[in-house]
């Protein structure tokens, strides 16, 4: 088993910056794509960004270019680092990881921009 432990709720203004981090724990086989994702009031789950082991990163349209995924896979950790935030990213986010085979979720963190 997999345990992942997020970050804490946010709240910040539009135009701010904030960091994610999604900490992995537990039996660790080989943790190969690491991911972000969210899902806001009446709409269904996205796929904000994906950081497999070897190949390059892939971002959601909406977030190119304002969101950065990294891992540090020496602490089993992912980021989302989010700049220039708009109401719309409004979401609770999850980070998903796959561990042996299995895709484990986090429990999610609440992001809420508003002024």
């Known amino acids: 088993q997999l345990q992942l432990v997020e970050s804490v709720v946010f709240l910040v203004h539009p135009g701010g910056s904030l960091i994610l981090s999604c900490a992995a724990s537990g039996t660790i086989f080989s943790i190969n794509a690491m991911c972000w994702f969210r899902q806001a009031p009446w709409k269904q789950r996205e796929l904000v960004a994906l950081m497999p082991r070897l190949v390059s990163t892939n971002y959601a349209d909406s977030v190119k270019g304002r969101f950065t995924i990294s891992r540090d896979n020496a602490k089993s950790t992912v980021f989302l680092q989010m700049n220039s935030l708009k109401p719309e990213d409004t979401a609770v986010y999850y980070c998903?990881?796959?561990?042996?085979?299995?895709?484990?979720w986090g429990p999610g963190t609440q992001v809420t921009v508003s002024s």
């Open positions: 998903n990881v796959h561990n042996g085979g299995t895709a484990y």
